[in-house]
């Protein structure tokens, strides 16, 4: 009465089954009971079933039953019942805990068995199966060797044996066979001995796969080696450089490159950087430290030339290219090369000289040193633009020996270039420091004065050329005299481009020939109808001569004494279509000066000859 929370007079007499069965199982039990009245059952020792109590509560009962017989016939049922409520909350929290110990066993990825002395599999999870591509309950009592090869199987049975024996945990690296692709796994397993309630040896078995980890670091270890590789064969050096928030510096990472590129080894400056520093050249530190500065600022890849003084090479060269990666602390670090680059640099230097030379060569005149043709209109032009600007004057001096060529032709080109060397010295002391003096070529010299006032102030410095110039000089023992004839233009007075200038100071020039040589000539508008003219009769006399325009009148020469004629003088006339007989003092000076004159003299020559030989 007290399991049923009821009175004694309550439950005599009242129906068990409808008082105090759960509906859910009201007919079975019924059913159950008819049958053992009946005698088709026999009494099941002991029977599981819920009553309610009288207030409601579910209790689980156990029964046991025995049949009651009269006169060899049953007659009714005896039973007698234990309150195991509690028990199946306890069974049910337990079965509970153990599913979910099954789901963490089955849900972790790691290998975890328990295996008796032998081997045998006592426990295994989902993992396990699933690699061995059987089912979990079924591996119970059977090992590795059925599902794996057997010297293997027998490493692993050997391995849990010693464990067992030394009684404590350890930690094996081993491998496995993956039943489903043939695949070698290799597991990082924990193992640790253990006794069960009688005192058996087992051993719990937690592997991790660490394939991937093994494989990664073997790519990483090929990888590094073959950085390793390409490091100690590259001409320069590999390194990583980091920058720390305090200032402080290292080289994590330098190929063996540092010792050639730096003549430091590696290892001296894994923790810091000094050693390193102390090679940098003094006047090329502070821009070294700017750039990696500003690298790091930017995170802008580092790219800079620099120098190094070495202990054993000296001077180098040096170009360095990073990326810069900002790390967690706050550290920069940089992935770089570093390689020598003195032996371009010398080239480049060279190649700069060479290219000095090229360059002066290519607009100075080689035996004097003075600008030539080309960089003397280039300066001409550039004074040009500064007088523009300036809104002041530019005089043009037009310079040029007299009879020069009967010097070089009487006493040879070695005396003519010692000649034209005294010349330009004492032109260069004639002239001012900043105005240009140039060799046009052969004897012709030009000066152009700069930031004049008026035009009348080149002939000062006209005058002093002339009187300098004038002067003996003493070349090869031989006292010469060499006089000069000074054409002068102005801008923009005469011109306004170099052209004209040159042009106009080449036609004063030749009028100072014409007024006798050893002058200075200013231009004027009438030189050039004079040079239009000089340029018209020396293509006249050019044709006269193809064409036999010229002819040859002969003076007899008469002995005063006895009036005997002794020779004959032959004198040239030209006898041009248009102007007529033309005076030999018009045409003889500039066939000297043009050198036609020599093919003159042949043909006067030649005429005479054909008529001494007539006569």
Known sequence: SDLLESTESEMLGCNWFENFLVTQE???????????MQGDLEPVKYVKNKIRTSKGNILDISWHNSLIYEDNQIVGILSSGIDITQQIIAQEKIEEKESLLRLVLDENPDVIVMKDYE????????TVSELYQADAEDMIGKDDGDYIPQEQAEFFKDNIQKIMRAGKTEIVYEDSVDVNTGETRHFKSIKKPLKDKNGNDQVLVIATDITDIVNTEEELKSS???????AKNAPGLIYQYKLFPNGHSCFPYASDGMKNIYEVDPHDVINDAQAVLDMLHPDDLNMITSSIRDSAETMNDWNIQYRVQLPKKGLCWLEGFAKPEKLEDGSILWHGYIHDITDRKNAENRLAEQKDVLHHQAHHDALTGLPNRILFQDRLEQAIEKAKRNNS????????????KEINDSLGHDVGDEILKTVTSRLKASKRDEDTLARLGGDEFTIILEDLHQAQDASAIANKILESLSQSMNVNDNILYVSSSIGISIYPDDGESAQSLLKFADSAMYKAKDEGRNNFQYYNAT???LAFERVVMETSLRAGLKNNEFVVYYQAQVNGNTDAIMGMEALVRWQHPTMGLVSP??????????????????????MAMIQVSEW
């Open 119 to 126: 081997g045998k599999f006592i426990l295994v999870n989902k």
């Open 393 to 404: 004057k530019i005089a043009l001096l037009f310079i040029d020996l007299d009879h020069f």
């Open 224 to 230: 590094y080696e073959m950085l390793n590789k390409l």
């Open 527 to 529: 030189l050039t109808e």
């Open 585 to 606: 003092a018009k045409f003889i000076p500039l066939a000297e000066s043009t050198g036609l004159i020599i093919e003159l003299d042949r043909y006067v020559m030649k």
């Open 26 to 36: 009201l007919e079975v039990v019924k059913n159950y009971f008819n049958s053992l």
